[in-house]
C-alpha cells in the first residue's frame, strides 16, 4: 500500500465553483500534513500547513481526519489561476516528507 | 533573498554515465533533501543532509549518493545511469527544527533525460 494515495482527477470545474478532494495516508504515526501546489513543469510549493483542527487561508479550506486517516483540501470561488496539481504530502517524524501522486484540478473560464 | 537553486537546469545522459547535480539552499537554511520525480508521479525522498551527514535515506540504491557542504550547498550523484533514473530531480531544503515541524522548499529541479 503506498503512504499517501490521492485521486489523481482530473477535476474539471467552472471558475467560481467549489472543489473538494482528499487524500489518505498509511501510517497512523504520521505528524504533520500539507498541500502543496505544481504548476506544470514547475517545483512544488507550499500552499498550506493542516492542523488537527482544520484551517483556512483565504479560498482554501485543509481538514485533517486522524480517525480515519485522511486529509482534504477545499476550493472555494474558484479561479483560472488555481489550475494545478495540488499534492497531498505527510511528514511521519522521520526527517522525510511522503508526497501523493497529485490531484490535477482544471478551472476553466 | 535568494531561494533554493538548482543547476544545471537541464541535462542529457547515455546509460552507464554518471551525473552530479547540485543545490544551494535558501539563505538561513542549512539541511538539504533531495527527490526524485518521475513524469505523473509525486517527488520521491531520495535522502536528506544535515552537518554535512546522511540523515535519512530513502529506498534508492547505493549509485545514488551525495555530499553536502560546509556552506550547506549540496549534490547529487548517480553512478551507472539507467533510463528509468530520467526524471526531475528537486532539492529541497529546510530549518532544522524539530522534524514534524518544519517545511521545505523547493528548488526549480534539474530535468535528467538517459538515453
Known amino acids: 500500500r503506498k503512504e499517501v494515495e490521492q485521486d489523481p482527477g482530473p477535476f474539471n470545474v467552472p471558475e467560481g465553483a467549489t472543489v473538494a478532494f482528499n487524500c489518505t495516508y498509511s501510517?497512523?504515526?504520521?505528524?504533520?500534513f500539507f498541500w502543496y501546489r505544481q504548476d506544470c513543469r514547475k517545483e512544488p510549493k507550499l500552499l498550506m500547513s493542516?492542523?488537527?483542527s482544520g484551517n483556512e487561508d483565504g479560498r482554501f479550506t485543509a481538514q485533517l481526519n486522524r480517525a480515519s486517516q485522511y486529509i482534504s483540501l477545499l476550493i472555494r470561488d474558484s479561479k483560472l489561476s488555481d489550475s494545478a496539481t495540488y499534492l497531498c504530502?505527510?511528514?511521519?517524524?522521520?526527517?522525510?516528507?511522503?508526497f501523493g501522486a497529485g490531484t490535477t484540478v482544471t478551472v476553466r473560464a | 533573498d535568494a531561494g533554493v537553486t538548482q543547476s544545471p537546469t537541464h541535462l542529457i545522459k547515455t546509460r552507464g554515465q554518471q551525473v552530479t547535480l547540485r543545490c544551494s539552499p535558501k539563505?538561513?537554511?542549512?539541511?538539504v533533501s533531495w527527490y526524485q520525480q518521475a513524469l505523473g508521479q509525486g517527488p520521491q525522498f531520495i535522502f536528506q543532509?544535515?552537518?554535512?551527514?546522511?540523515?535519512q535515506r530513502g529506498n534508492f540504491p547505493d549509485r545514488f549518493s551525495g555530499h553536502q557542504f560546509p556552506n550547506y550547498s549540496s549534490e547529487l550523484n548517480v553512478n551507472a545511469l539507467l533510463l528509468g533514473d530520467s526524471a526531475l530531480y528537486l532539492c529541497?531544503?529546510?530549518?532544522?527544527?524539530?522534524?514534524?515541524?518544519?517545511?521545505?522548499?523547493f528548488g526549480p529541479g534539474t530535468r535528467l533525460l538517459v538515453l
Open positions: 504530502v505527510v511528514n511521519m517524524g522521520d526527517y522525510k516528507l511522503s
Open positions: 529541497a531544503s529546510s530549518l532544522p527544527g524539530l522534524a514534524v515541524r518544519e517545511t521545505q522548499y
Open positions: 543532509y544535515y552537518e554535512e551527514e546522511e540523515r
Open positions: 501510517n497512523s504515526a504520521s505528524q504533520s
Open positions: 539563505s538561513g537554511h542549512d539541511t
Open positions: 493542516v492542523y488537527s
